[in-house]
């Protein structure tokens, strides 16, 4: 999910009256869009375009192929039908729901000016979802996507296994504030930009698809290790700079340029049992 920031609040409250006349357009074979409102075709196609672009760039990158399954995402008519399609506030610039990505009205997406990068985000979202449903933790998830929409990235983030836990708490609380919120997404880029500064992105990427059959993500391994042992080390503490197999240093480049912006505790493991048990229940 992607929220909406300072000034581009304004352009996205107000909404043209959706049409029953919508329309599909094919830019790609990989990208179907469909819009509620038949008039903002012209809009729509750049969004078209734009989805099919970042799709093959990163479909590769998560070993998944771009066209072996279409990326479905519906262009609401107005804010009100985007927000009963989400359940979300007028303050969500998208979200990826079950494979498909929903979006505010066309027009409303570009004026926002961050266009290329809320689509990105949730292209990131529906790539893990192919790979893993809903196995992978919240943090790491929202730590990708921001990753690669190019969210600059502060210092900080969990400094051991309890601060994990708590950070993925926070992302599951119904009750979090808007400044939680955020300090989560923060926290969440920050610990996955130290993760990819140490084992590289592609081995990270790589190795992802072993969480689905983990009921502890702290279990994954990465080349000889695991995703516990990469962070924290074995003692628990926060790893410093060691290499791990083999990485590309442009990605060690890329994630050190990017610089930014109570709480029930349950165990890591037990938290995503629940999300598992839940989601099976639908």
């Known amino acids: 999910m992607r929220l909406v920031r300072g000034a581009t609040l304004a352009c996205l409250l107000i909404s043209l009256p959706a049409r029953a006349d919508g329309v599909r357009i094919w830019e790609c074979r990989e990208v179907e869009v469909y819009l509620e409102d038949a008039r903002e075709q012209a809009a729509g196609r750049l969004i078209a375009k734009t989805v099919c672009r970042v799709a093959r760039e990163l479909a590769p990158k998560f070993g998944l192929r771009a066209g072996e399954q279409p990326v479905e995402v519906l262009v609401s008519g107005d804010m009100r039908s985007f927000s009963a399609h989400t359940g979300r506030t ?75 836990e708590a950070l993925e708490a926070a992302w599951r609380s119904r009750q979090a504030s808007v400044v939680q919120r955020r300090q989560a997404y923060a926290d969440s880029l920050a610990l996955t930009a130290r993760l990819i500064e140490l084992v590289g992105e592609k081995a990270l990427l790589a ?3 072993g969480l689905a059959e983990l009921d502890d993500p702290l279990d994954l391994r990465i080349g000889e290790r695991s995703l516990r042992e990469v962070l924290f080390g074995k003692d628990g503490k926060i790893e410093r700079m060691v290499e791990i197999g083999q990485h590309d240093d442009r990605d060690v480049g890329r994630a050190r340029k990017r610089r930014a912006s109570g709480v029930s505790r349950l165990p890591l493991k037990k938290m995503l049992q629940k999300a598992h048990e839940k989601e099976k229940k639908r």
């Not at 498909?100 to 027009?107: E, G, K, L, N, S």
């Not at 990131?124 to 992978?136: A, E, S, T």
């Open 207 to 209: 190795s992802l698809s």
């Open 90 to 164: 007028f303050f969500t610039l998208a979200v990826h729901a079950q494979g498909r990505i929903i979006t505010p009205p066309a027009q409303r997406m570009i004026e926002a000016a961050m266009m290329t990068e809320v689509l990105t985000h949730e292209l990131v979202h529906l790539m893990i979802y192919r790979l893993v449903g809903h196995r992978c933790p919240i943090w790491l998830n929202e730590g990708l996507a921001q990753y690669f929409e190019g969210r600059e990235v502060v210092k900080g983030g969990p400094r051991n296994e309890d601060e994990l």
